[in-house]
């Protein structure tokens, strides 16, 4: 199925301990189909200025992704700095320049509109009305957004949850759009509100899928080394969304293995600047991440039924 | 295999979004016992002022619980106060009463310095290694401290870990500890300090056991109500000591599945102020607990090898 989304193609300037990078490649659109393409076709569209330099759209391009939606607009390209603290427990924002993203207006192409899949990445909630206006019965929407949209343009935003199926939040935002402190209890609102999946995003503590009634938790990689969280997020929506289009069904088992696909490609993203780890992730590297996964999580090797067994066998 | 626990007995007074409540039966000794009590044989050093209930004793020797060693000292229990923010994601001590709790010096009974099993709450790291001195030949020490210790009696700390099996700690206070910025990474200069086996809490996110050159991570249970997340941490080491002085042997396998008993306790303790919920949990209670854990995690339920299967079998 052909997957498209529709947000930022950025220049970031990222500092952590481990080093800094100045107009690197980012962007929400640019993480997402940075790793969505590993899975299936990718389509982008997004705004550049005249400043972007054809060649990072060629680093999409070598993966397969298709370009031809991304416009080139009088003006700078979307700038964003920010610098983790050390231990990256907080992020401070340094500067934000919209540029040509102050005016996007997300036009799609007549073969884009037919996509099977839609991410709408976080973007004004009216523009992704406005995208979703143009696509042609997609078989899955998902939307991201951030607590400036929640708390700025609700209306707009509940018009649009109305059409998506699946909301990617943190627990934070999914506090402040339901208004409850617990995330199985938001979910249960922003089901009522539109999305019958809900994934939280919880960055190194991994993410929660709730569908159906249930919800399952899976942790993220463990990682020895971690260069710049950047992107993360997005490069984790992209390996969700990517899985999902080479599913027959988008039912549940279809969700939770995405869940996976989209924890193994954020574990690439976060151990180095901009897209260059995911970019430089090959099949064998994601099948020994998907390992290294599997055997990090217990109870992996763990006998259950003998933990069972000793539990207490008479109540105290 | 008996287990020993040392650390304090206390009246909390505790406010969180669903009330408050005050003089509570509290510590770390406490929730520890209450929950190690359902596994095992417990017995409990501690101290504690004329103020004291002695019902609240009986609620641990209704558990079963060796009190025997718990001292009753001129002067008024250990006393601490706290609330919580609204989604729990910040706590604020209002006031800490040391009280008897100040000049407490265990003395082990002669019949608990032969147990199997010690475990060294979060006390004075000179205390915890005078207990040390006092016991037999343990098979089993786990210790637990804070950034208070790490910071302010740093060589006193390292010479008790020199003597420890196990330590449980945060994220924050491993970085403090080893200096650096990774879990795993931390881990490994903590296994150089003494201790084998380390175990990082990590709250509603879980913990992380690391042990023999390999990490673990095991999500907390996922609850859809939390009253009062205090003694959680102590709760947890109580199912994880007491399911560990269950097993044949203290291996890898032993281990995981002390996480897993851990994990289950802690889920009572957050039900409810105090110790009641722990103390009110049956068997069935522990048994059907067990299953909501194993059905919220990922990949329960998925077929690993479908999703081996969808990954990319090209190198993009």
Not at 83 to 111: C, G
Request: net charge negative.
């Amino acid at each position: 199925m052909k997957l498209l989304v529709v947000g930022s193609v950025a220049y970031d300037s990222v500092e952590t301990r481990h080093g800094k990078v100045d107009r690197a490649l980012g962007g929400s659109a640019t993480f997402f189909a940075m790793a969505s393409s590993l899975f299936t076709a990718t389509s982008v569209v997004a705004v550049v200025g005249e400043d972007f330099h054809r060649s990072d759209l060629d680093r999409l391009e070598r993966r397969g992704v298709d370009v031809s939606g991304v416009e080139f607009a009088e003006g700078h390209t979307f700038r964003w700095g920010g610098k983790y603290s050390r231990h990256f427990e907080t992020r401070t924002t340094l500067f934000t320049e919209l540029n040509v993203f102050a005016n996007f207006k997300p036009k799609l192409p007549q073969k884009h509109a037919a996509a099977d899949l839609v991410f709408l990445a976080n973007i004004h909630p009216d523009l992704q009305y406005d995208v979703l206006e143009q696509c042609k019965q997609p078989r899955f929407v998902a939307l991201d957004t951030m607590n400036f949209w929640i708390s700025g343009e609700r209306p707009s935003l509940e018009r649009v949850l109305r059409r998506v199926d699946a909301l990617f939040l943190n627990d934070e935002e999914a506090f402040a759009l339901s208004g409850e402190g617990n995330v199985i209890q938001a979910a249960r609102k922003i089901h009522a509100m539109g999305p019958q999946t809900v994934v939280i995003k919880r960055g190194e503590h991994g993410a929660v899928l709730i569908h159906g009634g249930q919800a399952w938790i899976l942790p993220a990689v463990m990682l020895d080394h971690v260069v710049d969280p950047t992107g993360a997020g997005d490069t984790f929506a992209g390996g969700f969304m990517g899985y999902l289009a080479r599913q027959p069904r988008i039912d549940t088992a279809a969700l939770q293995g995405a869940m996976v696909a989209g924890t193994i490609a954020a574990s690439f993203a976060v151990q180095d600047f901009s897209v260059d780890a995911i970019e430089r992730a090959t099949m064998a590297d994601m099948r020994s991440r998907h390992e290294l996964l599997c055997s990090g999580l217990l109870p992996s090797g763990l006998n259950l039924a003998a933990v069972e067994g000793n539990l207490p066998t008479v109540a105290a």
